[in-house]
């Protein structure tokens, strides 16, 4: 009786260990379901919404209604990646592609995995009462930010449980013991209490091989861990700081075609891209105040921030002048030099090789990953594919060494920077003259892209 | 009791654990870590960096309470030598009129009572086209174009930009540019001070630039502007109210446009 209490304990104790299992594969799960809502954000909400429908169909339960519609297992994954394929092999698919008129893009970079992540995540987002959100323009932002808090919420519910079960197993791991140590008093009648530390080691003997094996796997991994955790210092890829106004750059460059230098336009004259301050906005927002009520409640803030009342389709200036104070995304260390103009005016580099491609970027400015920054190669050649994360310096000279400074020509270059430092080179050293050019191409570090004092001093 | 001491250190430590594990996760809003933190912020002034939060300090003072400045009004960029050119560059003369006293870049501005925009008639293009300098004024005026005005005016200046099209501007009034009736000095003027919906864009754009656009535009009420023959003799027929002859000579115009 008494033992097979111990062993219910025991059966108690192995079944927490499962559900502590079970409860992290859980949270990797709820991971994977916020890796579903930037994969949303952008790739598909350009066109389609949780709720609405808009240039596409709305995305809540579709794949119910897929099943319910009558479409073959799995044709909505080959819809996603191309949706010619999915019509061409399944007759509800054919049917869905009559009924909209614009056609969907392809997407054959997503995965099944993806694509269920991200359905799931639209699945779980609450329909909002629309009726809400055109109303004060606090309250939708209030709403946003109560899904947030929920996100956050929930991870720290699965810690609590965790802790919970932890405490669960413990305990009854003590009282297990309690009750062999006294089922042990009662049979040989003698007083005998191991310490922890001693039934540690006689179990660590006794298991001495899977104890060597897994104690040399933590030591490992901790070591890897600690190096892969050292070598993220100082990488900012994707930083997205939150900013006082939701900025979508898809819409302005993108959908509105307005180029980059015509906010940022100190870009072709000084080291600094430059901010548009507050009237550069209302050179067009005076007039634009917006359509979807999620658009009208930022440009709202943006009236606020500058003093405008509009009142119908005309407004008129207050003098309410408040400045907006923009988080900083691409932060440089203070002991490198980097220079825009440089850059844009004589490098005739595009802002897309370091930026990303902001047209199609729809939330907070961010420091693209160089794989997102490379994937976008396939569409553009000009833009060099490289492989150190953004913004450090093996990225800089990684892009020094690869760029030509231009297509063979070196005249080609109207400012004459790049043939004052050709004429010198010809000139004075001939023989590495010739070995530039073994290779056909002229790259920056050639022409000094590599010299520390270049963007150190 | 010994023992429990014991159980309670490893529960403490447990917990912790499982509290550093659980902040094991990667924060978008976080710029992550930094080697050498005094490195990355001097006190060497750098534009749009806050220097009121370094390593952790908040400095109320100096805190970053604005992100973009508009240019200082009349604050005038050194030029160069070049007497014409810096001639050029200086503050435009012309004064914003009573049109423009609701205007966010000009609030507070000196207005002007007097119509401004017509006497901006008068005011000619200081960049002369010549034979030699016409390819080059026009492709950078096309540049300039594509990147400040395209979105709304349309590539060809017919005011179908894809702001437009996309049905972000629902407004009217742009024109089409080939049926644009007026003066060179006015296009000026309309560009730097802005005119009916359009805005200013005297921050964006300095006066050489401007003028520059002024070419580019007419290109698009004229094929043949700024086109020359083998004579170096202009290709272009001026039209009425644009530059009148009359007003080549008069001093008036060619002081600080």
């Known amino acids: 009786m008494k033992i097979s209490s111990s062993q219910m304990f025991r059966k108690i104790k192995n079944g927490c260990w499962t559900s502590l299992v079970v409860l992290m594969f859980a949270s990797a799960f709820s991971a994977n379901a916020q890796d579903g809502g930037a994969l949303f954000s952008s790739k598909c909400s350009n066109c389609h919404h949780p709720h609405k429908d808009g240039t596409g169909p709305k995305l809540s339960k579709v794949r119910e209604k897929w099943e319910t519609g009558g479409a073959k297992e799995g044709s909505i994954y080959k819809w996603v990646n191309n949706w010619q394929n999915a019509a061409a092999s399944d007759p509800y698919a054919m049917q869905v592609s009559k009924t909209k008129g614009t056609a969907m893009s392809a997407f054959p970079e997503l995965g099944k995995k993806d694509i269920d992540a991200i359905l799931d995540w639209v699945d779980e987002q609450p329909e909002q009462d629309a009726a809400a959100a055109t109303g004060a323009a606090d309250g939708t932002s209030a709403g946003a930010e109560i899904g947030k808090e929920e996100e956050s919420g929930l991870g720290w519910i699965w810690i609590i449980l965790a802790v919970i079960f932890v405490t669960i197993i413990l305990a009854l791991g003590g009282v297990r013991r309690q009750l062999k140590l006294a089922t042990g008093e009662q049979e040989t009648g003698k007083i005998e209490r191991p310490t922890y530390t001693e039934e540690f080691k006689t179990w660590a003997w006794k298991n001495r091989l899977y104890v060597g094996l897994g104690s040399l796997v933590i030591v490992i991994s901790v070591i890897v861990t600690l190096f892969l955790g050292l070598y993220r210092i100082g990488v900012v890829e994707g930083y997205q700081p939150a900013q006082p106004i939701k900025f979508p750059h898809a819409i302005h460059a993108g959908v509105n075609g307005i180029d980059c230098k015509y906010c940022h336009s100190s870009v072709t004259k000084s080291k600094s891209a430059g901010i548009p301050s507050v009237n550069v906005c209302m050179n067009c927002h005076k007039l634009v105040a917006g359509q979807k009520p999620e658009q009208i409640e930022q440009i709202k803030k943006l009236y606020n921030y500058a003093g405008w009342e509009m009142n119908g389709t005309d407004g008129k200036f207050n003098g309410n002048h408040k400045p907006i104070v923009w988080n900083k995304v691409h932060v440089l260390p203070d002991h490198v030099y980097f220079n825009h103009q440089q850059h844009v005016v004589v490098g005739g580099v595009d802002c897309k090789q370091c930026h990303g491609d902001m047209t199609k970027h729809s939330d907070a400015q961010k420091v693209w990953t160089v794989d997102e920054i490379n994937a976008l190669a396939d569409a553009d050649p000009t833009i060099v594919k490289l492989t150190k994360p953004t913004l450090t310096m093996g990225w800089c000279i990684e892009c020094h060494n690869k760029k030509e400074i231009s297509g063979g020509s070196l005249d080609t270059k109207k400012s004459g920077y790049y043939d004052e430092i050709h004429k010198r080179l010809k000139n004075h050293d001939r023989d590495l003259y010739e070995e530039y050019l073994k290779d056909g191409k002229v790259t920056v570090k050639e022409l000094g892209g590599w010299e520390c004092a270049k963007c150190h001093y | ?257």
């Not at chain 2, 014409?84 to 002007?112: H, K």
């Not at chain 2, 629902?170 to 049926?179: E, F, L």
Request: net charge positive; proline share 6%; with cysteine.
């Open chain 2, 1 to 257: 009791m010994k023992m429990n001491k014991k159980a309670l250190t490893k529960l403490a430590t447990l917990f912790v654990g499982v509290f550093i594990l659980g902040s094991c996760s990667t924060d978008p809003t976080s710029p992550g870590y930094e080697y050498m933190p005094d490195m990355y912020r001097s006190p060497a002034i750098e534009p749009y960096v806050d220097y009121g939060e370094i390593r952790g300090r908040i400095n109320e003072d100096v805190k970053t309470k604005m992100s973009a400045l508009t240019p200082p009004s009349f604050a005038i960029p050194y030029y160069g030598k070049d007497s014409a050119y810096v001639q050029m560059m200086l503050p435009y003369r012309r004064m914003p009129d009573s049109t423009y006293a609701n205007v966010a870049a000009f609030y507070g501005w000196n207005i002007s009572k007097l119509n401004e925009y017509e006497m901006a008639k008068a005011d000619v293009n200081p960049i002369k086209l010549t034979a030699d300098n016409s390819e080059a004024t026009l492709k950078k005026g096309k540049e300039l174009f594509t990147a400040m005005c395209q979105h709304c005016h349309g590539e060809k200046g017919d005011g179908k930009g894809p702001m437009v099209v996309s049905g972000a501007y629902q407004g009217s009034g742009i024109p089409n540019y080939s049926t644009l009736q007026i003066a060179e000095g006015q296009m000026f003027y309309s560009i730097y001070y802005g005119k009916n919906k359009m805005g200013a864009h005297s921050s964006q754009l300095n006066k050489e630039e401007i003028w520059t656009l002024v070419h580019y535009i007419k290109r698009f009420q004229d094929k043949n502007y700024g086109k020359f023959d083998k004579d170096g003799k202009s290709l272009s027929i001026p039209a009425s109210g644009s530059t009148p002859d009359s007003l080549m000579t008069n001093s008036a115009a060619k002081v600080g446009m």
